[in-house]
C-alpha cells in the first residue's frame, strides 16, 4: 500500500452530520491494520529528526492518531480536550465556528516553555480547533514545530488560519 491508496480507505458519509456535508470517516481505515500503520508512518515522515518533545494530539479521533505517533517518536502525548474533560488546572481557548463558538483545554502544566511540539488532528476543516489548539500551546511556550492531520478538506480553506506553521497533510480534498 502506498499514502495514495490511504484516501480509498476513508468513507464518505452523505448528509452527516447535516444534510448536504459528505463526512470523511477515517474508522475505516483505523481498522485495517495495514492502512494504519501506513497513516501514522506519513503523518511522521515530514517530521522526522526536528526534535520533537511532545505530541499534542486533539480530542478525540487526534488522540488515536497522536498516541501511536509520539510512542513512535520516543517522546510523550498530551491531549487538547473539549471543555470540563480534564481533571486538573487547565488553560482555555474559546473559538468562533461559522454558526458560534467552541472551545478547547489544555493542562495548564502540560507544556514547559521552549519544549518542541508537534500538533496532530485528523482531519483539518475549517482550521479552527487547531488554530486555537496552537495558541494554548503557545501560551505555555511550547515551540510548534509543525502540524500534521491525516486529512485535508481544501475547499475549506483551513490552511489559511495556520499560515505560520509547517502544516503537513498525508490526503488532501
Not at 464518505?12 to 497513516?39: C, H, M, N
Not at 488522540?63 to 470540563?84: D, H, S
Amino acid at each position: 500500500m502506498n499514502y495514495k491508496n490511504l484516501q480509498d480507505l476513508i468513507r464518505d458519509v452523505p448528509d452527516f452530520p447535516q444534510e448536504g456535508i459528505s463526512y470523511k470517516d477515517i474508522t475505516t481505515l483505523l481498522k485495517d491494520p495495514t492502512g494504519l500503520k501506513e497513516a501514522i508512518g506519513a503523518m511522521l515522515k515530514p517530521f522526522e529528526g526536528v526534535g520533537v518533545e511532545l505530541v499534542v494530539g486533539i480530542e478525540s479521533r487526534g488522540f488515536i492518531l497522536a498516541t501511536p505517533m509520539a510512542i513512535e517518536l520516543g517522546c510523550g502525548f498530551i491531549p487538547v480536550r473539549k471543555p470540563g474533560k480534564l481533571p486538573a488546572e487547565t488553560l482555555r481557548l474559546d473559538y468562533d465556528l461559522e454558526y458560534g463558538t467552541d472551545a478547547v483545554e489544555i493542562h495548564a502544566d502540560a507544556i514547559e516553555p521552549g519544549q518542541k511540539i508537534l500538533v496532530v488532528d485528523d482531519v483539518l476543516a475549517t482550521g479552527g480547533t487547531l488554530a486555537a489548539t496552537c495558541r494554548l500551546v503557545e501560551k505555555l511556550g511550547g515551540e510548534i514545530v509543525g502540524i500534521s492531520v491525516l486529512a485535508e478538506l481544501g475547499f475549506l480553506q483551513g490552511r489559511n488560519l495556520l499560515s505560520g506553521y509547517k502544516l503537513e497533510s498525508t490526503i488532501v480534498y
